[in-house]
Nanobody, 124 residues
C-alpha cells in the first residue's frame, strides 16, 4: 500500500519562504510521477508542479513557476517544494500526489495516491 505524508505547513507572514515535504512509503519510486497540488478556500484543486522521480525532471504551473522549486531526496524517499515570497493568495491545503508510470499530467484524476494535506496560511 502506497502512503504519502505531507508536512511543513503552518501560519506564516507574507513574504517569507516555506518548504513542504512529502514522504512516500510502500513502493520503490523509480517509475513514479510525483506532484504538488493545492486547494484554497472555495477553490478547485490546483496543479502546482510535477517531478519525475527517476531523474528529477520537473515542471511547474505558470502561477508558481517563478517562486517555487520542487526537488527530491532519493535517500529519504521524500519530495519537497520550496515556495518563496508567499502571498495571502497562497493560503491553501497543499497536497502531494503520486502515480505510475511517468506522465506529466496536471489533472488530479490522473493520480492514484494522495496525502492527507498540510495547511498553509499566509497572514500578517
Amino acid at each position: 500500500q502506497v502512503q504519502l505524508v505531507e508536512s511543513g505547513g503552518g501560519l506564516v507572514q507574507p513574504g517569507v519562504s516555506l518548504k513542504l515535504s512529502c514522504v512516500l512509503s510502500g513502493r520503490t519510486l523509480r517509475n513514479y510521477t510525483m506532484a504538488w497540488f493545492r486547494e484554497g478556500p472555495g477553490k478547485e484543486r490546483e496543479f502546482l508542479g510535477v517531478l519525475r522521480w527517476s531523474d528529477g525532471y520537473r515542471d511547474y504551473a505558470d502561477s508558481v513557476k517563478v517562486r517555487s522549486t520542487i526537488f527530491r531526496d532519493s535517500t529519504k524517499n521524500t519530495m519537497y517544494m520550496q515556495m518563496n515570497s508567499l502571498k495571502s493568495e497562497d493560503t491553501a491545503v497543499y497536497y502531494c500526489a503520486a502515480r505510475t508510470p511517468w506522465r506529466a499530467t496536471e489533472r488530479p484524476d490522473d493520480y492514484d495516491y494522495w496525502g492527507q494535506g498540510t495547511q498553509v496560511t499566509v497572514s500578517s
